[in-house]
């Protein structure tokens, strides 16, 4: 008896999840190009955000040159990928 309950609980459970993702937008499909070059943008974002760690416990006024250059670079890069 119990299982007849839990099975239409289940049943219920997954037209409720049907129904919810039927009402919200679907994405819109990108072609491979916008994949690749979304890809890209991720990237040079995830190594900016690692290079701003760096630069928050460099201590080594040569090693903070560094990162302020590559950070300088990532930035320039980010603002060509964003303005196509």
Do not use: F
């Not at 979304?38 to 080594?60: F, K, M, P, T, W």
């Amino acid at each position: 008896m119990a299982r007849g309950w839990e099975s239409k609980s289940v049943e219920q459970q997954q037209e409720s999840l049907s129904s919810s993702n039927s009402a919200q937008p679907l994405r819109k499909q990108l072609t491979p190009e916008q994949v690749t070059e979304q890809q890209r943008r991720d990237g040079l974002r995830l190594s900016r955000q690692h290079i701003v760690q760096q630069l928050e416990v460099a201590s080594n006024p040569q090693h903070r040159a560094m990162l302020e250059a590559a950070l300088a670079d990532l930035d320039t890069q980010l603002k060509g990928a964003i303005d196509w």
